[in-house]
């Protein structure tokens, strides 16, 4: 609390955009194209000139080092689950990319912490379930353009689902873009229409309905899901300024 932050991630072709942040001061630097370019902000203002220098090395990425602007921010000690929190996340919808939280506990002494899901949602769905799921995770991808009415323009759209069921564990998420989506929205309505259907007409196909039973419900499917969602698309519409749920109709 009141020290400098910084966050380090090296990506090829990663191209940072700083813009105005609650920040007493702000330095960007990016690398690539065999160049390395920095810029500095002070309380959201650009401060001095671009510098471009040559940089003659293959490693690429970027590095954004920042204050909090204490006339803005009243608090600024951020608890380190939040962290961790976040960057597991980011390591679950960014299959195969290593992310590493180093956190300072004294003077010049870090402890580190890595967060990397080679495979993924699908790696995240058998830690979540352990050996306890009676299914293999199902992995489901595909792209798809489309409009959320016909007087809006179309967009493209990127998603993928791993899902199993489990007898002890139960749980859906949902992201889209790379963001934790805490109250879904969207594809949280698309899940439970899905599984309704698909395995209602399962049940009527093979009849495993009772005479006296009525159509499966989605309670009865969740007490046993597990599911994550990864979403991605050109234009999103969020429920509100939290951005904790979307409401894309064609999602």
Known sequence: SGGDYEFSLGLNGLCACATQYSSEYMDVEVLRDGFK????????????????????????????????????????????????????RQAVVNSGIKFVLRNEV??????????????????????????????????IESER????????????????????????VSLTEYYHNSSFLEYGGSPDKAVRNAFVYAIDQYLKANNKYNKSEGKIQYSDIQDSLVLVSNSYSTMTSYENQTKKAINNKFI
């Not at 902000?41 to 490693?59: A, N």
């Not at 007087?151 to 199993?164: H, N, T, V």
Request: proline share 5%; with cysteine; charged share 35%.
């Open 37 to 88: 370019y920095q810029l500095h902000f002070e309380e959201g203002k650009i401060v001095g000139d671009l510098q471009k220098t040559p940089f003659r090395h293959r490693h690429t990425g970027s590095k954004t080092r920042w204050k909090p602007d204490l006339k803005v921010f009243t608090d600024i000690d951020i608890p380190l689950e939040f962290y961790t929190e976040t960057l597991k």
């Open 106 to 139: 004294a003077k010049g002494q870090f402890e580190e912490q890595e967060f990397l899901y080679e495979n993924g949602i699908t790696d995240y769905v058998k830690e979540l379930t352990g050996d306890k799921a009676f299914t293999e995770p199902h992995y």
């Open 145 to 168: 353009s489309g409009r959320d009415r016909e007087d809006l323009p179309e967009y493209k759209l990127r998603m993928s689902f791993a899902f199993c069921f489990s007898n002890e």
